[in-house]
């Protein structure tokens, strides 16, 4: 049992928008910034979000973060065969001593 | 380029401690960062080990925080792993990454390739 909830599943054809939701607690995404990875199959996993809704250099700007309370999302829009993945969240949390904390991830299949 | 290289036995009797290596290249660990473990059942999602500052401070997951010790060697431009009491439920993928930027963080911007383990006998 992940910390943060993700669905299991989501898929959408070519070019449509779809999103991808993450919901924690008060002790994690409601106090701290919200990561988002994606690993395509058989590889390491990718930063694709950091702090909420940055950018890494190269990431393209179809990806999108947002967070709300204790909850975020990651938004693809203009969705493309190549985004078919394993998406992650990712967040600190101040319980214990503190620790990273990851979503179970969410499979995204392009139709 | 930053790149990141696991290394060890892929194969680990039970109650063994396992041990692997991260080779840094293209980034001296001492000019700073965080630098971290994280690992991948078969199958499941993503779990933080722990994660070293070149200085040596270390800082591990509560549920495992009792068999982990993650240590940093400068001169080497490496960092390692080890978990002690193993059993087949740490059978994983086990990733090494850059990261996090700050303690209180969660973004690894360089990985490993990662290295699986198998625990048994």
């Known amino acids: 049992q992940s910390v943060l909830t993700q669905p299991p599943s989501a898929s959408g054809t070519p070019g449509q928008r779809v999103t991808i939701s993450c919901s924690g607690s008060?002790?994690?995404?409601?106090?701290?910034?919200v990561y988002w990875y994606q690993q395509l199959p058989g590889t390491a996993p990718k930063l694709l979000i950091y702090r909420n809704n940055q950018r890494p250099s190269g990431v393209p700007d179809r990806f999108s973060g947002s967070k709300s309370g204790t909850s975020a999302s990651l938004a693809i829009s203009g969705l493309r065969s190549e985004d078919e993945a394993d998406y992650y969240c990712a967040a600190w949390d101040d319980s214990l001593s503190g620790f990273v904390v990851f979503g179970g991830g969410t499979k995204l299949t392009v139709l | 380029q930053v790149q990141l290289q696991e290394s060890g036995p892929g194969l680990v009797k039970p109650s063994e401690t396992l041990s692997l290596t991260c080779a840094v290249s293209?980034?001296?660990?001492?000019?700073?960062?965080?630098w971290g473990w994280i690992r991948q059942p078969p199958g499941k999602g993503l779990e933080w080990i722990g994660s070293i500052y070149h200085s040596g401070s270390t800082y591990y997951n509560p549920s495992l925080k009792s068999r982990v010790t993650i240590s940093v060697d400068t001169s080497k431009n490496q960092f390692s792993l080890k978990l002690s009491s193993v059993t087949a439920a740490d059978t994983a993928v086990y990733y090494c990454a850059r990261g996090p930027t700050t303690r209180q963080a969660g973004d690894f911007d360089y990985w490993g390739q990662g290295t699986l383990v198998t625990v048994s006998s």
């Open positions: 293209g980034y001296s660990i001492s000019s700073g960062y965080y």
């Open positions: 008060s002790s994690n995404i409601g106090s701290n910034y």
